[in-house]
């Protein structure tokens, strides 16, 4: 069935530094999702990308979809305190002759101060 | 948050009990998924549905059944609790019209222990 791989499980890093979590489809992907999950909390929903190489950006974070829509990657710029959490991607793709929403294992951030 | 409201929030139960998770929504979205997650695994699908009475299994559907007689309530049953069902559940609706234009608003979770 289809797989969607997240790297790297865990990233640690100093505020200020820059952050990049990777997603790969086993299968060519309808659209791609990101969300953010808080320590304790329930996941957000941050963004779709939808188009071959489609590349787009809220403040710090900036999302890419690749050309062959099978991959992905979410770029945090100079981290804060704040985007502490696990960041997950979610893929639409076809499973057994139906689409299905498919997450990866998202990556963990912590940012020490 | 998005009109979606999970019960119980906590509950610990006993290995070969039945147990029944409640998803609730207020907005008459089309799909409802349930979720489960674990360390390491991240969120599995457990069971999705996209209207009364259609449902549809997810990768890990094993021991689940769910029922949606209304448009807003999505039930997660657990026909005979296991501990390897330990683990927070998440109902998250999808917004959209269809799957390719929709996001997931998750509810808050369900912590269930079983013992």
């Known amino acids: 069935g289809q797989q969607v791989m997240q790297i790297p499980q865990y990233q640690h890093v100093q505020e200020g530094e820059d952050f990049t979590t990777y997603c790969n489809s086993s299968t060519t992907l309808s659209n791609i999702q990101w969300y953010k999950q808080r320590p304790g909390g329930h996941p957000v929903f941050l963004i779709q990308l939808v188009k071959s190489g489609e590349v787009k950006k809220q403040k710090r974070l900036t999302f890419q979809f690749g050309e062959a829509k099978k991959n992905s990657s979410l770029h945090i710029t100079a981290t804060q305190t704040t985007d502490v959490g696990t960041y997950f991607c979610a893929g639409l793709g076809t499973q057994g002759g139906s689409e299905k929403l498919v997450f990866g294992k998202g990556t963990k951030l912590t940012v020490n101060p | 948050d998005a009109g979606i409201t999970q019960s119980p929030r906590h509950k610990v139960t006993e290995t070969g009990t039945p147990v029944t998770l409640r998803c609730h929504q207020t907005e008459n979205h089309r799909y409802m998924y349930w979720y489960r997650q674990d360390p390491g695994h991240g969120l599995r699908l457990i069971h999705y549905s996209y209207g009364v009475k259609d449902t549809d299994k997810g990768e890990v559907s094993d021991g689940y059944s769910v029922s949606r007689s209304k448009t807003e309530d999505f039930l997660l049953t657990l026909e005979s609790a296991t501990s390897s069902q330990t683990s927070v559940y998440f109902c998250?609706?999808?917004?959209?019209?269809?799957?390719?234009?929709?996001?997931?608003?998750f509810g808050q979770g369900t912590r269930l222990t079983v013992v």
């Open positions: 998250a609706i999808g917004r959209g019209i269809n799957l390719r234009n929709t996001e997931a608003f």
